[in-house]
């Protein structure tokens, strides 16, 4: 017998493939929906266009009741993205006490499609991409569309996506950050700080309102918390 999280996920894919977001697309890589895959383009008018990035997403049999793991394979030089196991850095998905359960597949796919373009800079957990962001965002682009160009194999422990085109919106180039390190030596390094903790609205539709006041804050970067 199928659990409530079973159920509550057939939902989701419905509501994800009725709807059709530009540049999104999720699918179920195990028999019990606990397991998916993901690509996600990131928005238009945006450098990140037309740059595409695999994620998995792992629910476990309390959803919607907790939030899902959510990490990149290609991973973005980001700050909100952790550089090492391709965690991501948005509070709702780190804090159980943040997670609403009227968040949905479709809500969370697309806080991180904005989240590309609109990087959230306090206490972020890629520190070399926050710095650069904040100094120089030109150089900043120059080596997120490097890096991209770069291709490696995915892990070995990575999930198979399935290599159906109506499926897969394109294929995936992954990003190596010891391609960054080689290529750009001379930026100091260090460990991340612990994940941000800013508050996203409730209601999942004003996501994109709340990335682009974020976004602002880059013309205040005293504020920021980079230590």
Aim: charged share 20%; net charge negative.
């Amino acid at each position: 017998m199928h659990c409530r999280a079973y159920f509550l996920l057939e939902r989701d894919f419905q509501e994800l493939k009725e709807n059709n977001f530009k540049g999104i697309t999720a699918f179920p890589v195990s028999e019990d929906l606990m397991e998916w895959g993901a690509n996600i383009e990131g928005l238009q008018n945006t450098f990140w266009h037309g740059l595409f990035f695999q994620l998995t997403i792992h629910f476990t049999s309390q959803y919607n009741f907790v939030p899902p793991v959510v990490k990149f394979i290609t991973i973005p030089f980001h700050p909100n993205v952790d550089q090492n196991s391709g965690r991501v850095c948005i509070d709702f998905l780190d804090d159980p006490e943040k997670w609403n359960t009227n968040y949905t597949l479709s809500s969370i796919l697309l806080a991180l499609q904005v989240m590309l373009s609109n990087p959230v800079l306090e206490n972020p957990v890629n520190l070399e991409a926050a710095r650069m962001l904040i100094k120089d965002e030109s150089l900043y682009k120059q080596i997120v569309l490097r890096l991209f160009s770069q291709p490696i194999q995915l892990r070995e422990n990575s999930l198979e996506f399935p290599k159906d085109p109506h499926k897969l919106t394109r294929s995936i180039k992954a990003v190596s950050f010891n391609d960054y390190y080689k290529t750009w030596s001379g930026i100091a390094t260090s460990k991340a700080t612990e994940y941000y903790r800013s508050s996203l609205l409730e209601d999942p539709n004003f996501i994109g309102e709340y990335y682009k006041q974020k976004k602002v804050e880059l013309k205040h970067t005293k504020e920021w918390n980079l230590n």
